[in-house]
């Protein structure tokens, strides 16, 4: 099975801006799809931002706009564009592989990074 490592969290002001990438130990075209999630503290993970092996990208309303997501296949990388970054952003930010052949409703062969943080304050 894929091995995701996440980097690039950190501590920013409002307003500022972070990139966070997500490394694959194989190819994931065609086998997964990729997508990042967040945490926050005594919170339910949830969706962030999904991009797809045609470079299809979806993203929860709250970040539309602010995060953008790319796909790097070749570099096997998945990126997370954050700008204009706010308070309620503060959370551990996760990548996530879905295989393509699983319903998108069912998340129990789904593989997870170890999580970055990201905090935004003052």
């Known amino acids: 099975q894929v091995h995701l490592v996440e980097s690039g969290g950190g501590s920013v002001q409002p307003g500022g801006s972070l990139t966070l990438s997500c490394f694959t130990d194989?190819?994931?075209?065609?086998?997964?799809?990729i997508g990042w999630y967040r945490e926050v503290p005594g919170s339910q993970r949830e969706f962030v931002a999904m991009i797809s092996n045609s470079n299809v990208a979806d993203y929860e309303d709250s970040v539309k706009g602010r995060f953008f997501i790319s796909l790097h296949d070749l570099k096997n990388m998945v990126s997370l564009h954050m700008t204009s970054l706010k308070p309620a952003d503060t959370a551990v930010y996760y990548c996530?592989?879905?295989?393509?052949?699983?319903?998108?409703?069912?998340?129990?062969?789904?593989?997870w990074g170890q999580g970055t943080q990201v905090t935004v304050s003052t």
């Open positions: 996530n592989a879905h295989p393509v052949t699983v319903s998108r409703d069912d998340l129990r062969f789904d593989r």
């Open positions: 194989e190819r994931t075209i065609g086998i997964y799809d």
